[in-house]
């Protein structure tokens, strides 16, 4: 293995016997071979980067990184290319065509299952769901099923977005869609201190500016049950409509989070994020924006400082200073 830094922010390991076991996002073709595929598989359907991304819901910018090297899609992202493009997978490492085709069955086998558990038709599921028909349809036929659509999915129904997108762990979520309601004790109103300010960087990440120990920008007053819970203020404009210039994000790092949760993510380098946590595989963590215009992100947990639970969204007017 070459000892040179890769300046890709997520490298994957050389080494074939490193590779994820979970099936999840570790099948792929050298680092130079994925973006030449992901541009011949473009043109051949005589595609736009911006008509690609329409069709896969990433930006145009997503798709000119991928083909420029400096990201690569993920594995079901791979797979949906292919169905989009009419463009065969790569097959550069040994037995990837095959896999490729038992987890096309898969798919339509795991959705089936949805399918019959839920008492739907393909067109209810996707009413519920809020999705095109079209696309159960496609995913009954074996295309790949999206990370935002696996999301939906387990926000609707309970299923784990793991285990739709590729049979990885239990089959239900923590929280299912039909537990009993068991409403929680919001706790007692406590004064939050703001701790520090989150302004947009560059590539749409978050830098904080936190205030010396001992001070602080005023209190948030909020119901909560976390002794440490704490308030940040957030500047600019690209969390809109989610959040607003001004607004304040409620902070409970003792509070356990799960798929679909709202995150606020430090990295060992200093970058915060406050992004969706789409899934956990193989050591990685894969975060939705929640402005779609920035796209994904994937960390590994070896480059993460911490991360919190977002509890909600406090408006201006809450402020009180100290």
Request: hydrophobic share 35%; aromatic share 8%; glycine share 8%.
């Amino acid at each position: 293995m070459s000892d040179v830094r890769i300046k890709y922010r997520d490298s994957r390991p050389e080494s074939k016997e490193n590779r994820d076991p979970s099936r999840l996002d570790f099948l792929y073709p050298p680092r130079m071979e994925m973006r030449n595929w992901i541009r011949s598989a473009r043109k051949k359907a005589d595609l736009t980067q911006e008509q690609l991304g329409e069709k896969l819901g990433v930006t145009k910018g997503n798709v000119s990184a991928w083909e420029n090297g400096r990201h690569e899609p993920s594995y079901a992202q791979i797979q949906e290319i292919s169905v989009v493009t009419k463009y065969p997978m790569p097959d550069s490492q040994p037995g990837a065509s095959a896999m490729a085709t038992l987890d096309s069955k898969d798919v339509a086998e795991r959705v089936q299952e949805m399918l019959t558990e839920t008492g739907m038709d393909a067109a209810a599921f996707a009413a519920k769901v809020e999705i095109p028909l079209e696309r159960v349809e496609s995913w009954l036929k074996g295309a790949a099923i999206s990370i935002v659509e696996a999301v939906a999915i387990q926000n609707v129904f309970g299923y784990n977005s793991a285990w739709v997108l590729a049979h990885v762990g239990e089959k239900k979520a923590a929280i299912q869609y039909n537990d009993e309601y068991r409403p929680k004790a919001l706790g007692k109103r406590k004064a939050l201190a703001v701790v520090g300010m989150a302004q947009l960087g560059d590539n749409g990440f978050w830098a904080e500016v936190e205030y010396p120990v001992g001070h602080g920008d005023g209190y948030i007053d909020w119901p909560t049950t976390d002794p440490d819970a704490y308030a940040i203020e957030c500047s600019g404009e690209s969390m809109r409509p989610r959040i607003k210039h001004g607004e304040f994000v409620i902070i409970e790092p003792n509070h356990p989070f799960q798929p679909g949760d709202e995150v606020l993510v430090k990295s060992k380098n200093g970058r915060v994020m406050v992004k969706e946590l789409a899934y956990k595989a193989a050591g990685r963590y894969t975060l939705l924006s929640v402005n779609e215009s920035h796209g994904r992100i994937t960390l590994e947990e070896s480059e993460i400082d911490k991360i919190h639970y977002v509890a909600g969204i406090a408006k201006p007017s809450m402020w009180r200073p100290d």
